[in-house]
């Protein structure tokens, strides 16, 4: 006949039970944390909810108030050439690369991309540089390379300014559809007259004339037409308007191109 189990022992059992039970619901609440982690991580490579991240909305306040230039951020690079944000932070909706026109060279933007494909997104986390700004987006669509055209959106209105140190060389109109929408503004960079930055979907400054110097950030090139009625922006998808851009590309010049 086995010796009654004592008092202490009968404790010591029933904590070691107890134990056992509490490493148990821990690892049901690790695997049940794995397998949150796992649908989500798949919701977000393949969709998941279907929406579209957003870019905040510009507060209608803002929007009354003249915004003024921007201050001084590079967006984007080529080579020596640095292209200033055109555009007073305070109004822009969202920053997208799009495939140029015909001719138009690759930019290197700075920031992070938001809508880059789940593998990327994995190192950023992982190495750092998720939080880079300027935040931009890759669209679909154009002719050139994916980067050559950088379209800055913002509410139609909005005054732009020169993203160069430079002067103008050539204002032309945009005509979409057979019907004229504002003007195309040509400039040679001071620091790399072998290239010429053209803004676009700007209704121009009247005292600007072809000659004239401009500084980046701070001279007026005209204000930001809305083209919703010509043409559907790539840009509203990420934004939560008609998407109304201001559109900068880098050309050769005209003089090396006829060499």
């Not at 821990?26 to 989500?40: E, M, P, Q, T, W």
């Not at 209105?157 to 504002?182: A, F, K, M, Q």
């Amino acid at each position: 006949m086995s010796p009654p189990v004592g008092p202490r022992r009968a404790r010591s059992a029933r904590r070691q039970h107890l134990e056992r039970e509490r490493r148990r619901r821990r690892v049901a609440l690790l695997v049940l944390a794995a397998l949150v982690a796992g649908v989500v991580v798949l919701l977000s490579a393949f969709g998941g909810s279907g929406k579209t991240p957003q870019a905040p909305t510009v507060g209608a306040s803002r929007l009354l108030l003249p915004a003024g230039p921007p201050t001084p951020e590079i967006v984007a690079k080529l080579s020596s050439l640095h292209l200033q944000l055109p555009i007073s932070q305070s109004r822009v909706t969202a920053i997208g690369y799009q495939g140029g026109s015909e001719g138009a060279l690759p930019l290197d933007p700075i920031g992070r991309q938001v809508n880059e494909g789940l593998l990327k997104r994995l190192l950023h986390a992982v190495v750092g540089g998720s939080a880079a700004r300027p935040r931009w987006y890759q669209l679909p669509g154009g002719t050139g390379p994916a980067t050559s055209s950088l379209q800055v959106g913002a509410p139609a209105g909005t005054d732009v300014y020169s993203p160069v140190d430079g002067s103008i060389v050539g204002i032309s109109d945009v005509v979409l559809n057979g019907r004229p929408y504002g003007s195309s503004i040509d400039i040679q960079p001071s620091g790399a007259p072998s290239l010429v930055v053209t803004v676009s979907h700007v209704r121009v400054d009247p005292s600007l004339v072809v000659g004239s110097a401009v500084t980046s950030g701070s001279s007026k090139l005209g204000t930001l037409l809305d083209f919703s009625a010509a043409e559907k922006a790539a840009l509203a998808r990420y934004t939560n308007d008609a998407g109304n851009h201001v559109v900068v590309e880098v050309h050769p010049s005209a003089t090396l191109q006829i060499q």
